[in-house]
């Protein structure tokens, strides 16, 4: 606790090195413990604090006890209200322990961390978050940029990352304690910036692999159009595009795209990206892209279809028996269908929905929204950390699963191919330009990433 408590004051002096006064509000566990170690801690460097406390000294764990002994043996007492003015707040409500809604005085107190503009920093995590699914019984609001950061200790949780953990805890910082927790499986992993490999001279279009992508029913052809678009610019070798309209003009698109009928293209030997605006269209295609893709990307009205028939799962186990690669795109509301459950419960969970997903189907899931879970049926699932809510936009789905296929097509594996694609999808959102208007067919024009060529 003394560790943690250290460490909570010295993230907090470098967040607000000109604090003039740092509310401190402590809770009745040993989160609380921590908030009152870094008080003492604070106030020996210099610092002026106000301590709140919301719970009962007598009840305290031992050693948060301990710490609160010590906060009364310096002399600093706990004061009666929170300050009208602070120029950080230290929010160690609730932890791990959290096991309610904060209500009453510490429902109040975290609104006014909320609201008034100064950054707050969140001991361990913030409180009413759970540390595993990223839900919050807190409403995390909308803060500005640098105004919410959390310190996990002993290691990161999930639920940081996904959900709403995103909006509860933005800027994340990591002490481990000084504990070697190298021994301990991970609930799941965040991937990292992949590696950035460069094309081997001796290489032509045929090396990354054919894309073709199956949907654009009538009305719905702009999304077929975007994921192909994508997969073209994520460096596939060369793209097909199966429209299920056939009257629809081609739109003046890249020329390198290549217009096919959907029944005459050689599935055996293609990276199938299936069901972009595909209608129910699509499931008269589906029983056969499904046992004959060489690899498969299935997105929206092809997990739909999925969902209506749900004797053609059988034939993507199959896949799974016969090692081709199958990757599933659901957002959570096709998630819930493919699960039969409702889009809340899916959120309540994303790493179990994903993962259970990934199992009973037999492919690698990439259950999008705020943290994207990755799941495969062998592996630790994989939370992105990249992206934001200007991806909160239509079509963004459809550049995503082209470039999944352009990944899958250039040889990577289903999890890698997944990981990498939803990375830089992310990422792009990330970079762009505050100046320049966002939308589905500009990022399709920027999906060309660092995506790594086969090993
Ligand atoms: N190994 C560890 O577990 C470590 C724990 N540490 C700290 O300890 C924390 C966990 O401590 P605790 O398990 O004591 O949990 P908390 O400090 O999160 O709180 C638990 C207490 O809060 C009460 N409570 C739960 N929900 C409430 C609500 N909505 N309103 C009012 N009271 C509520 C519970 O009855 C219990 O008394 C971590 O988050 C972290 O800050 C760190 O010091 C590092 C190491
Ligand atoms: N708030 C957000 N934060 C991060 N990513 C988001 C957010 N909202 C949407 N996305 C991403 O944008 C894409 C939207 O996909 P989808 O819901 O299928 O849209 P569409 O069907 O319109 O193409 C997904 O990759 C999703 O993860």
New binding site residues.
Partial sequence: ?R???AATARLAMALAPHARCIWIAC????????GF?AALELVRRGRRVTVTF??DAQ???S??RDAFDRLCAAGIPIAPEAPVHFDLAVD?????????????R?RDHLRRMQTRGAPVLA???P??LD?DTGQS?VDPGVAGPGLRHCLS??TLKPGLFTAQGRDAADVVWFYD?G?DRASVPPDARLPGRPAHASRPHDSHKGSFGDVAVIGGAPGMTGAAWLAATAALHAGAGRVFVGLLDDEAPSPAADDALMRRNPRSLALDRMTVVCGCGGGTAVDALLPEVLSRAKSLVLDADGLNALGRHPGWRELLQKRAQAHRATVLTPHPLEAARLLETDTQAVQADRLAAASQLAHALGCTVVLKGSGSVIASPDDCPRINPTGNARLATGGTGDVLAGMVGAALASGLDPQSAATQAVWWHGAAADGWPADRPFSASQLARQAGLGLAPPA
């Fill in positions: 606790m560790r943690a408590g809770g009745p566990g040993n989160n609380g413990g921590d170690a919301d719970g009840r305290l764990p050693d948060a160690a409500l609730l932890g791990l322990g959290a096991s309610r809604a904060p209500g009453g510490m001991v361990d995590l409180s009413g540390a019984s200790l002993l304690l504990a």
